[in-house]
């Protein structure tokens, strides 16, 4: 079945960009029925969604992480990555690769994660 | 951004209840709203999408309902592998895209 696996350090300097890679195993990453997600989670708080890319690699991001956030797709290797500049203490949460389905018409779909990877933490200090 | 609201906060129920949480969101969303259960050290795992369809492999007793703005997650007998965080997430239309802020279930 379809796996995600994130990867990439789990400590990060203040200031410095962050860098991580979901890995899909079992399926392709290339189909137009999917987008790729990341999405944030501090300790004992709650989820937050960053963004999004297709395939083709078109890409949508959260407005309150815009100017800091790239994700981009290297459909040849089966993996999105994040970038994620400017790394503050705030920025420390586990950090999970999802994918996305959409459902219902065509006109206006219900998107939802229906995979997840298992998390990667990231801990921003010097 | 559409905020998502969830209550109660937390609860305590004991195995064999009934426990409904509540989403609310900040406007009309038709019906696409999924909820996601969260056991402590592990990914959310998706439970209900659309409002009401069961995920492959969720059990029966988890069902789910509303239309617009109000939404509810429903256990119909808890079971001890219940007791987790609950999120509820909008996915309407274009990003972005928001969760709830959890409802914790745990043991009475």
């Known amino acids: 079945q379809v796996q995600l696996q994130e990867s990439g350090p789990g400590l990060v300097k203040p200031s410095q960009t962050l860098s991580l890679t979901c890995s899909v195993s079992?399926?392709?990453?290339?189909?137009?029925?999917?987008?790729w997600s990341w999405i944030r989670q501090p300790a004992g708080k709650g989820l937050e969604w960053i963004g999004r890319i297709s395939a083709s690699g078109s890409t949508s991001y959260n407005p309150s992480l815009k100017s800091r956030v790239t994700i981009s797709m290297d459909t040849s290797k089966k993996q999105f990555s994040l970038k994620l500049s400017s790394m503050t203490a705030a920025d420390t949460a586990v950090y999970y690769c999802?994918?996305?389905?959409?459902?219902?018409?065509?006109?206006?779909?219900?998107?939802?994660?229906?995979?997840w990877g298992r998390g990667a933490l990231v801990t921003v200090s010097s | 951004d559409i905020q998502m609201t969830q209550s109660p906060s937390s609860l305590s129920a004991s195995v064999g209840d009934r426990v409904t949480i509540t989403c609310r969101a900040s406007?009309?969303?038709?019906?696409?709203l999924n909820w996601y259960q969260q056991k402590p050290g592990r990914a959310p795992n998706l439970l209900i999408y659309?409002?009401?369809t069961l995920q492959s492999g969720v059990p029966s007793r988890f069902s789910g309902s509303g239309s617009g703005t109000d939404f509810t997650l429903t256990i119909s007998s808890l079971q001890p592998e219940d007791f987790a965080t609950y999120y509820c997430q909008q996915g309407y239309s274009s990003p972005p895209w928001t969760f709830g802020q959890g409802t914790k279930v745990e043991i009475k």
């Open positions: 079992g399926g392709s990453i290339s189909s137009d029925r999917y987008y």
């Open positions: 406007q009309s969303i038709s019906s696409h």
């Open positions: 659309a409002t009401s």
């Open positions: 999802a994918r996305v389905l959409g459902s219902g018409s065509a006109w206006v779909k219900n998107w939802y994660f229906d995979l």
